[in-house]
């Protein structure tokens, strides 16, 4: 299976720090790239990473608040001036549509490559795009704000060279068939189904990204079973009641999400700028899921295909 990884833009929340950004978490599969939020300075730090933004397919807004958006114009705006010519969708809260006609009335970004903009509601919740789906749900915050779940598509089960040979399959352009799903008919007649020659279906890699959001039952939907849960933890343990005041979470409540959700790893971003030292944030988490680690801005994490 083909290479996915996750690389952590901005981790940062309200505001950015000299190590933080703000929200931004790239996502790259076979080299095709999908953005999740796009805070101010999301274009200088693809630089920083590396990432070109040449590359990205998919953007999906979790909410209007600032931190989470401002960062759009410039990076679209850079794309524009690279002749960028393939189709870009964005999908966001209502009200993303009138956000780009007054980008464009204003003179502010007027893209010069086909983009769509998408803006979810009851019936529009889910993308599909070439090898993979992104389902989005509504999560709880202080205004409409979506939270993202990424699937990969699953893979064909791997070829039994044995069981072909034994069929008396002749090797050449039959294998490669049955391998992509198609039933053949031999020479002699005999009609092979793929299952004779394949092993299981291979479960696609899921990803979530779920902020800014109290802990709720869309994000353990979302984290179901996904091999990375990303989830905001604004707060330690000391400002729960902050948390749950402005509508987000503590560290401990998003690691009981991806404790409940059955998550096989859980990161931990959207930090509050006021925590310079994080031991507390991601020690409470640890005891409720250990395999959670803090998110930093440029850290990048494999996903490995699920064996
Ligand atoms: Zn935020
Ligand atoms: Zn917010």
Same mark, same amino acid.
């Given at each position: 299976?083909?290479?996915?990884?996750?690389?952590?833009?901005?981790? &940062?929340?309200?505001?950015?720090?000299?190590?933080?950004?703000?929200?931004?978490?790239?996502?790259?599969?076979?080299?095709?790239?999908?953005?999740?939020?796009?805070?101010?300075?999301?274009?200088?730090?693809?630089?920083?990473?590396?990432?070109?933004?040449?590359?990205?397919?998919?953007?999906?807004? &979790?909410?209007?608040?600032?931190?989470?958006?401002?960062?759009?114009?410039?990076?679209?705006?850079?794309?524009?001036?690279?002749?960028?010519?393939?189709?870009?969708?964005?999908?966001?809260?209502?009200?993303?549509? &009138?956000?780009?006609?007054?980008?464009?009335?204003?003179?502010?970004?007027?893209?010069?490559?086909?983009?769509?903009?998408?803006? #979810?509601?009851?019936?529009?919740?889910?993308?599909?795009?070439?090898?993979?789906?992104? %389902?989005?749900?509504? %999560?709880?915050?202080?205004?409409?704000?979506?939270?993202?779940?990424?699937?990969?598509?699953?893979?064909?089960?791997?070829?039994?060279?044995?069981? @072909?040979? @034994?069929?008396?399959?002749?090797?050449?352009?039959?294998?490669?068939?049955?391998?992509?799903?198609?039933?053949?008919?031999?020479?002699?007649?005999?009609?092979?189904?793929?299952?004779? %020659?394949?092993?299981?279906?291979?479960?696609?890699?899921?990803?979530?990204?779920?902020?800014?959001?109290?802990?709720?039952?869309?994000?353990?939907? #979302?984290?179901?079973?996904?091999? #990375?849960?990303?989830?905001?933890?604004?707060? @330690?343990?000391?400002?729960?009641?902050?948390?749950?005041?402005?509508?987000? &979470?503590?560290?401990?409540?998003?690691?009981?999400?991806?404790?409940?959700?059955?998550?096989?790893?859980?990161?931990?971003?959207?930090?509050?700028?006021?925590?310079?030292?994080?031991?507390?944030?991601?020690?409470?988490?640890?005891?409720?899921?250990?395999?959670?680690? %803090? @998110?930093?801005?440029?850290?990048?994490?494999?996903?490995?295909?699920?064996?």
């Amino acid at each position: 299976m083909s290479g996915l990884r996750v690389v952590f833009l901005g981790t &940062s929340s309200a505001k950015p720090t000299l190590s933080r950004g703000l929200p931004a978490v790239a996502l790259i599969l076979d080299g095709v790239l999908v953005l999740f939020d796009c805070g101010e300075g999301t274009q200088l730090q693809f630089t920083r990473a590396g990432l070109r933004p040449s590359r990205l397919v998919l953007l999906c807004i &979790s909410h209007f608040h600032g931190d989470h958006i401002n960062g759009i114009p410039g990076l679209l705006s850079t794309m524009n001036l690279d002749q960028h010519a393939d189709p870009v969708t964005v999908m966001g809260p209502v009200g993303l549509k &009138s956000y780009f006609r007054e980008l464009r009335r204003l003179g502010i970004f007027q893209p010069r490559f086909p983009l769509t903009v998408l803006e #979810l509601d009851n019936k529009e919740r889910e993308i599909r795009m070439d090898g993979f789906r992104v %389902v989005a749900d509504r %999560v709880e915050h202080s205004l409409e704000t979506w939270g993202f779940r990424f699937e990969e598509d699953s893979k064909p089960g791997r070829f039994n060279l044995d069981a @072909a040979r @034994a069929l008396g399959i002749p090797m050449g352009p039959l294998y490669g068939q049955l391998q992509h799903g198609e039933i053949v008919t031999l020479e002699d007649g005999r009609v092979i189904q793929p299952g004779e %020659v394949l092993g299981a279906q291979r479960a696609g890699r899921v990803v979530a990204y779920v902020t800014d959001t109290r802990p709720c039952e869309t994000a353990l939907r #979302l984290g179901q079973d996904a091999d #990375l849960l990303i989830h905001e933890a604004t707060y @330690a343990r000391d400002m729960a009641d902050q948390a749950a005041e402005r509508r987000h &979470s503590t560290s401990t409540e998003a690691a009981h999400i991806a404790a409940r959700a059955g998550a096989r790893k859980l990161v931990l971003t959207h930090l509050s700028p006021k925590y310079t030292d994080l031991t507390a944030l991601i020690g409470e988490a640890r005891e409720v899921f250990p395999n959670t680690q %803090v @998110a930093k801005d440029l850290v990048e994490i494999e996903i490995l295909p699920r064996e």
